[in-house]
């Protein structure tokens, strides 16, 4: 396992200054709007400080990396908090993998009753994938492990549908079988000190519904409109595969996925961060067959210190400035389509009638994959399957359903929509499709028009997308 040293005395790196510049901007007493300027992201300064997570991320990571667990009663009094009803699975990642290499399969027990899964391994990092973790003092390159995604079914269900990361500390995936979708998540994902050997096994209707929490595309939306790009593109993708489809083949294409994980969300996750995120990278794969893409992972970094971490702000249009910002000046050189920031803050928007809401992720507009000066998407470390889903939809020219269908229609998919759980009932408990505009737990399945959406972008502007040719599964 790796084991970083922390310090909270610590300078901040440097990273052009603008962070710091955000950062600092937040303290000011007024609320105001700063004109966009040539390569500059205008900063909207709050009347309060954006009360940011760090000594609690401290606390957390100190959890997390000294690997002491909650008891079993402490634990399913956390896990009551958020499921309804769960399964508690421990395992040995390490045993789960010698089986997996020694037979083809894994056993794991859904719904009271064993299954075994055969799985094939999928790897999901593009040619160009490194795994960077950022301390105050030096990048360290880690080395290309062996491939620890995999897909497969349950054996004797041939319509069945498995998702799976096994990596030496870390289980997670899910299992779709009968029309049901069990998730497997280790339980420090709900519980700090829950574990990484014990898996909590749910489904999407198990899980409590969250008020009052939204994708911020409209707000920062506004905001971004007239930014400059700094700099030339990055380099393009050099995978090309030649030949034309036939009836046993298809055509998809890869979006090259570049990601960054804050320090608060290396808290969470600690020397798992990376390996975390290529499993939410497997799972949404599952589903964005349905759009004829494959979502790769061209480049990984973490920042394991406060103090030489660029992101630090909570508010979710300086957080997106400070990625828009960190891209454009450090980070111009790295082959991708989109950037995506990980991040383990609550972040906020705040309104001008001085109220403040919680949101959970943002895009800056519609349809930037391929536009790499404005391809930047972020979103928080909840529910994340649909959540990632859900942004990167966007940055593919999905719209939230209110605009590709109607309002009504949206309510009607999506019942909670506009308005939190505390003022209009419970959401919709069989949660809604990827794209409704209130996160809360879809069904992580695209509605038809987002399909639409999405496939007729790529042909249009998705030129960047690699094409590749896969055989053909009915
Ligand atoms: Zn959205």
């Not at 009271?112 to 360290?140: F, H, N």
């Not at 990980?342 to 001008?352: E, T, Y």
């Not at 605009?403 to 949660?431: M, R």
């Amino acid at each position: 396992m790796f084991q970083m040293r922390f310090r909270n005395e610590s300078e901040k790196r440097n990273t052009g200054g603008v962070a710091l510049l955000l950062a600092s901007a937040c303290l000011l007493p007024a609320t105001l709007t700063t004109p966009a300027a040539a390569g500059s992201c205008p900063a909207v300064v709050s009347p309060q400080s954006i009360p940011c997570s760090g000594n609690r991320a401290a606390e957390r990571l100190e959890m997390t990396l000294s690997g002491v667990t909650v008891s079993d009663f402490a634990l399913h009094q956390g896990l009551a908090e958020s499921l309804r009803h769960y399964a508690l699975e421990t395992v040995d990642p390490v045993a789960m993998r010698q089986q997996l290499d020694a037979t083809g399969t894994v056993s794991l027990s859904l719904a009271g009753q064993s299954r075994q899964l055969v799985l094939e391994a999928v790897d999901l990092r593009a040619p160009s994938w490194e795994s960077l973790i950022v301390t105050e003092d030096a990048d360290i390159r880690l080395p290309a492990g062996p491939v620890d995604t995999f897909k497969g079914h349950v054996a004797g269900q041939p319509r069945s549908q498995v998702r799976l990361l096994i990596d030496p500390d870390l289980v997670m995936g899910y299992v779709e079988l009968d029309g049901r979708r069990f998730f497997i998540d280790p339980a420090y994902k709900f519980v700090p000190g829950g574990g990484s050997n014990r898996l909590v096994i749910y489904q999407e209707a198990d899980l409590l519904p969250e008020p009052g929490i939204d994708c911020a595309l409209t707000e920062v939306r506004e905001h971004a409109q007239g930014l400059d790009a700094r700099s030339a593109d990055a380099p393009g993708d050099q995978h090309l595969v030649a030949g034309a489809p036939s009836k046993r083949f298809t055509l998809v294409r890869w979006v090259d996925f570049a990601t960054d994980a804050d320090f608060e969300y290396y808290a969470i996750h600690g020397s798992g961060t990376n390996a975390h995120i290529r499993g939410i990278v497997n799972m949404i794969n599952g589903f964005y067959g349905d759009t004829a893409l494959i979502v790769k992972v061209a480049s990984q970094r973490v920042f394991t210190s406060q103090g030489g971490d660029p992101y630090s702000t909570c508010s979710v249009w300086g957080q997106w400035c400070e990625l828009w910002d960190e891209w454009e000046t450090n980070r111009q050189g790295v082959a991708r389509d989109v950037a995506y920031l990980f991040s383990g803050k609550a972040l906020f928007w705040d309104l001008p009638n001085g109220f403040r809401h919680r949101v959970r992720g943002t895009a800056n507009m519609l349809g930037t994959v391929c536009d790499l000066d404005r391809a930047y998407v972020l979103s928080t470390d909840y529910r994340e399957v649909g959540l990632v889903s859900h942004e990167l939809g966007h940055a593919l020219d999905g719209r939230h359903l209110r605009d590709s269908l109607s309002l009504s229609q949206e309510l009607a998919l999506c019942p909670d929509v506009d308005c939190g759980a505390d003022t209009c009932g419970d959401p919709n408990p069989a949660g809604g499709p990827v794209m409704c505009g209130h996160i809360q737990q879809p069904t992580l399945d695209f509605h038809p028009v987002t399909v639409s959406e999405i496939k007729s972008f790529v042909a249009s502007s998705g030129s960047c997308l690699s094409p590749v040719i896969i055989p053909y599964w009915p």
